[in-house]
């Protein structure tokens, strides 16, 4: 069976394209790209994965970012975070090293602001293009091919990368200059956090109260209080079922990342703040791999 979904790919001409980072969502976006059409070389640090991708998928592997990135117009990367980063990017086998002049690197890891504007600095140093790129929809977004794309870069770039990026995506919106894409994957996760918030404690006052709360979820989805978290992650939440995707460390580096920016520019946080804390009784309970829909047994026990 297929690590990816069926998808409709738009037309758009084939490109040699790189792929770095093949983890819950990168092996499926590369797959996605691979049956676009696309010419694919794929890196991971773990070389295993890279072979169970090119088994699946086809196209070729490499040993290391630079390899990987020779020859290929769009090096596409989604990794940990910013020391991940840097480590495919820079340095005598990194990304930067291999890549032709004019080629375009295309980051979607959920990174800082400032590593995008370095790293963008960085590639025009190089006569390189740079252009972050986070997305949003989790491993199902992925698998699907449905995810939502928030670009920082040049607009000339962005064109560029729009047309091969839509073969994993439903929406590929550029932001603004370089950081803006990551700014706002940092006001997607701070909205995120405080709807699963809300959600849990809604839960929990219910089921206290003795209703039953399958039956009131389906009643107040229909109006105002519906939202993508309480159409997908309510029922599993009251069943106690916490194994769909995007992970409490993910977010907990996500929302440390949105503290930090929120320090530098001055906004205020506390609701954030507090279930980034929350966040971190659920890892004390032993929850770090748990999705965030997990943040209900901080609420309910």
Not at 40 to 48: K, M, Q
Not at 148 to 159: E, I, K, L, N, R
Not at 209 to 236: C, F, H, P, Y
């Amino acid at each position: 069976m297929s690590s990816i979904n069926a998808k409709t790919y738009d037309a758009c001409p084939p490109a040699k394209v790189a792929f770095l980072g093949l983890g819950v969502m990168g092996f499926p976006m590369a797959g996605h790209l691979a049956r676009a059409g696309h010419e694919v070389t794929v890196y991971n640090r773990s070389a295993e994965k890279a072979k169970a991708w090119v088994s699946e998928f086809g196209g070729h592997s490499a040993a290391t970012p630079r390899e990987a990135a020779a020859g290929a117009h769009i090096v596409f990367c989604c990794v940990g975070n910013d020391a991940d980063l840097r480590s495919v990017v820079l340095g005598d086998h990194g990304a930067f090293s291999g890549m032709a002049k004019g080629a375009l690197f295309v980051d979607h890891t959920t990174a800082s602001a400032e590593i995008a504007r370095e790293l963008a600095a960085e590639a025009h140093a190089h006569n390189l293009h740079f252009i972050d790129a986070p997305v949003s929809g989790g491993q199902a977004g992925a698998v699907n091919g449905m995810l939502t794309v928030m670009v920082g870069g040049d607009q000339a770039q962005f064109d560029r990368a729009k047309p091969v990026g839509m073969a994993f995506s439903k929406a590929f919106t550029r932001i603004g200059e370089s950081g803006a894409g990551q700014l706002a994957k940092m006001v997607n996760q701070i909205c995120i956090a405080g709807l699963v918030q809300g959600l849990s404690e809604g839960i929990a006052f219910g089921g206290k109260a003795g209703l039953d709360m399958k039956l009131v979820l389906e009643v107040i989805g229909k109006g105002a209080a519906q939202s993508w978290q309480m159409d997908n992650r309510g029922s599993t939440m009251v069943e106690g079922r916490f194994d769909f995707g995007f992970a409490v460390d993910w977010m907990r580096k996500d929302l440390g990342l949105c503290l930090e920016e929120a320090r530098r520019n001055g906004a205020h946080l506390p609701i954030t703040a507090l279930i980034d804390q929350f966040y971190s009784d659920v890892q004390s309970m032993g929850g770090g791999r748990w999705d965030t829909s997990s943040l209900i047994k901080r609420i309910s026990g």
